[in-house]
């Protein structure tokens, strides 16, 4: 048996992979066994693409709500200065 080749040693991608518990039902209150499964961060990500989706446009829609009641509605088209 030879010994490995440095350079092929270095040059190997090394990844380190973090499990996340993810609810199938995506309701965190419900911990049951089958209601949960150990997925990659990837995979997770992946599994509640949806209410990550719909949590980003609702902190959008927030985040125009607040500026219309401080400093009036939005112009299209218009750069506050």
Known sequence: MSPPDLIEHLEMRQTKVSLAAAH???????????????????????HDRMYHLTQRRLTLRRRLALGDLFEGPYRIGMVRG
């Open 24 to 46: 199938l039902n995506h309701d965190p209150t419900s911990n049951r066994w089958r209601n949960l499964r150990a997925l990659c961060q990837r995979c997770h990500l992946l």
